[in-house]
């Protein structure tokens, strides 16, 4: 059993948009979880798929519980604390959680249109390879 002390955001580490709000997280939240790209680690370690991943920003805490999308991002807020923490919780409330629910995923559907993206954050992973699913970069997180 592998057991980690920090919970681990996990982004899509090829995708220009996504790396930019993770940059902004390091910035600006003094606490947070471990963050690693999907595509640079061992995602059946934390018992995510590729699939998972391509999906959406993924939450595991250390006891393995994992949350997608908008609520991976109330998470991390709610684990930076202070104003932070608030405003995660926020996300969390029913309305609000159904409502952020859909802005996420028109922004991950457009994330190649939002400030710092590219056509490349749009396409699958074995098309940014240009590989046809096949493996190039080592990550085993290839999807066909």
């Known amino acids: 059993m592998n057991l980690r002390l920090s919970p681990v955001l996990v982004y899509d580490g090829d995708c220009a948009f996504c790396t930019r709000s993770v940059r902004f997280i390091e910035r600006r939240i003094s606490r947070r979880p471990d963050i690693v790209a999907w595509q640079r ?21 250390p006891d393995g519980a994992i949350a997608s999308g908008h609520r991976a991002i109330a998470r991390t807020l709610i684990h930076g604390g202070g104003l932070w923490s608030v405003i995660g919780r926020a996300l969390l409330l029913p309305g609000i959680s159904s409502l952020a629910a859909v802005v996420y995923r028109v922004v991950a559907r457009n994330r190649h249109r939002m400030p710092g993206g590219t056509e490349q954050c749009v396409l699958p992973q074995a098309e940014r390879n240009g590989a046809n699913g096949v493996d190039t970069d080592g990550s085993g997180g290839v999807s066909g």
């Open 41 to 61: 680690t061992d995602l059946a370690q934390l018992g995510l798929t590729a699939e998972m991943c391509e999906t959406a920003v993924q939450w595991v805490e």
